[in-house]
């Protein structure tokens, strides 16, 4: 995989967490990526992490998620590729 810059893969880091806490399922569903492809980009820190609630529950906040989805739309925007 080619690596990315830092500074864009985590424009989430800089968010306060806040909105609704996004179960697993959940971020699956609004990003249309598959389980697997989303820890993996936790785990290259190219996607942000899910916050443990308890021993057997994971969340995202809502905010985390949606500057994501800015910074790669405005990624695409930025090179010409969005139309």
């Known amino acids: 995989m080619q690596a990315q ?9 800089d968010v306060v967490p806040g909105g609704q806490m ?3 399922q959940e971020v699956v569903s609004r990003v249309g990526l598959s389980r697997s492809q989303i820890y993996q980009m936790i785990s290259e ?3 942000p992490p ?3 609630l308890s021993e ?22 930025e090179k010409g590729q969005l139309k």
């Open 5 to 13: 810059s830092p500074e864009s893969d985590r424009s989430w880091s």
């Open 22 to 24: 996004l179960r697993p």
């Open 45 to 47: 820190g190219r996607f």
């Open 50 to 52: 899910f916050i443990k």
């Open 56 to 77: 057997r529950a994971s969340a995202m906040p809502e905010t985390w998620l949606d500057a994501f989805v800015q910074d790669r739309a405005r990624a695409l925007c």
